[in-house]
């Protein structure tokens, strides 16, 4: 991957606020992979006492647009399909791990899951992307990092 639009990235999602906002962390980035994880909260809850499915796509959300715009490229959602398979406890990481499939020259499709500490498949995700002619808006102006 190259480096100068892995720090770019990075240092964008560190900015993000709504990524803040969640708790989303992005802790391993590579070449149409990436890891983000996040510790849910108890404003996490949904009327159940459980983590709100919302959150949870949130979290495999940023995984997907990290992974997708990893090659520097910009990339946007056109579909993203979510299976909920278990009810993540509280008090525990969950971690979303996005991997891209097959990449062409207009889409790409990847593969994400979302685990807690120990392994229990939490949500898994199939997600299209559209892949825009242009580069990263904040490649072109250092000054937009």
Same mark, same amino acid.
């Given at each position: ?13 560190s ?7 969640l ?13 983000v994880?996040?510790?849910? +909260?108890?404003?996490d809850? #949904?009327?159940f ?5 919302g ?9 997907? +647009?990290?992974s997708? #715009? ?8 056109l579909?993203? #399909?979510?299976?909920?398979h278990?009810p993540?406890?509280f008090? +525990?990481?969950?971690?979303?791990e996005?991997?891209?499939r ?23 995700? +199939?997600?299209l ?6 580069p990263?808006p904040?490649?072109?102006?250092p000054?937009?990092?």
């Amino acid at each position: 991957m190259d480096e100068t639009v892995r720090s770019a990235i990075m240092e964008r999602v560190s900015k993000e606020g709504y990524a803040e906002k969640l708790g989303l962390k992005l802790v391993e980035l590579s070449s149409g992979r990436a890891v983000v994880e996040m510790m849910p +909260q108890k404003d996490d809850e #949904n009327i159940f006492g459980m983590v709100h499915g919302g959150a949870i796509f949130s979290l495999m959300d940023e995984a997907f +647009q990290v992974s997708c #715009n990893s090659h520097g490229r910009m990339a946007v959602a056109l579909n993203v #399909n979510v299976t909920f398979h278990a009810p993540p406890p509280f008090g +525990q990481v969950l971690r979303a791990e996005s991997k891209e499939r097959h990449r062409s020259k207009k889409t790409a499709t990847y593969h994400i899951t979302v685990t807690d500490e120990t392994g229990t498949l939490i949500a898994s995700c +199939q997600a299209l992307a559209y892949r825009k002619k242009e580069p990263l808006p904040f490649l072109a102006d250092p000054s937009t990092r």
